[in-house]
């Protein structure tokens, strides 16, 4: 097993000499630039971890040595078995028998108990690597890294539990969520989306006029809409690049000269097609999304800080609630809203 603080301090020595794309990195680990609270913080879940990755790899050790008991079982049975002159019902030979059944029996046990203790200590060690790799990717970049007010601690509900608290915390965390998805995902009103189609139509008709000019003044033939299309490059089976097939040439603008001759109709079968695929009840306009995802996202970060607060509570209380790996750093270390926001998916 990799030893999360090991490598937490690798990262963030990688971090004071390799910039991360975002910004400049400054000076020393941001780990040490963590306010006092946010860093004690930080070393206590990075601590939680290791001792989930300590009962794990000593379960796995144990494994080990019962995966070499079944093996030396097995190889003494196999020897009796190649000996045809033992007396299969002989003391010595069940011995060796149940010896052998007995160490699979054990070893099925420890295997067991290693997946499990694998899957208890997942999230601990999911929320330190999560929060490592928020602290020395993005907060590297940020010069002065501050502490989020101090609030009143939540309060339970009459006869509510901290783990009843905690989920619905959660659940109007998952709401929330929802609720931004749905803003990320709105459509475009239809007279928005009418009139962006129209001035493109308008631009493309405009282009559409054949030149008459030469008709006219120099008493020559004129020419439709024509459009330059560069003929496509060659590469070579190892990418080099060996030229074009063929030459650049003009082409005629076949559909600048539809929009030119039949501007009304062609907008209007357009926006019967808009009409025909538009959602009134998920239509947004612009300055509504921006406006709603940044209402949205205050109050998520703000769900955080209270499903945070909340698992603090249970704990002074000697409860233990385990956090979700993908909770907001800002909320876990009571970092200011002005911290970045974490980059879901992130590459280190």
């Known amino acids: 097993m990799t030893n999360l603080s090991a490598a937490l301090t690798a990262a963030t020595a990688a971090a004071g ?42 379960a796995w050790r144990r494994v080990e040595e019962a995966q070499k008991a079944v093996m030396h079982a097995e190889v003494r049975l196999r020897g009796l078995d190649a000996n045809n002159r033992i007396d299969k019902e002989a003391f010595g030979y069940k011995d060796a028998v149940a010896k052998a059944a007995a160490a699979r029996e054990t070893l099925d046990r420890l295997r067991a108990d290693h ?74 009103p239809a007279d928005i989306a009418k009139q962006r189609a129209r001035e493109l139509i308008s631009a493309i008709a405009a282009r559409g006029a ?39 040439a003009y082409q005629p603008d076949v559909l600048a000269t539809i929009a030119w001759l039949f501007e009304r109709e062609l907008t209007a079968a357009v926006e019967r097609e808009i009409d025909r695929h538009a959602d009134p009840a998920s239509a947004m306009d612009d300055a509504t999304i921006a406006k709603k995802t940044v209402q949205l996202r205050a109050a998520i970060l703000d769900c955080e800080r209270i499903e945070e607060g909340l698992i ?37």
């Open 17 to 58: 000499y390799v910039p991360a794309p975002g910004g400049p990195v400054t000076s020393g680990s941001p780990v040490d630039r963590l306010p006092d609270a946010a860093r004690a913080k930080f070393h206590a879940i990075v601590a939680a971890a290791e001792d989930a990755s300590a009962l794990t790899d000593a």
């Open 312 to 348: 603090q509570l249970a704990e002074q209380s000697g409860a233990s609630i385990p956090r979700r790996p993908d909770a907001d750093p800002r909320a876990l270390l009571q970092l200011g809203d002005d911290m970045p926001a974490p980059q879901r998916n992130a590459i280190i």
């Open 210 to 248: 054949p030149n008459v000019l030469q008709l006219i003044e120099g008493r020559q033939s004129f020419s439709f809409a024509a459009r330059y299309v560069g003929a496509p490059f060659v590469t070579g089976s190892n990418g080099q690049l060996l030229g074009k097939a063929g030459a650049d």
């Open 115 to 188: 997946e499990a203790r694998s899957e208890a200590g997942r999230p601990a060690r999911e929320l330190a690597f999560a929060l490592g790799r928020y602290v020395e990717r993005q907060l590297v970049h940020v010069a002065d890294i501050t502490a989020a007010p101090p609030v009143a601690a939540p309060q339970l509900g009459k006869g509510q539990s901290h783990a009843d608290a905690v989920r619905a915390a959660r659940a109007r965390l998952d709401k929330l969520r929802d609720e931004l998805q749905a803003v990320e995902g709105a459509t475009l």
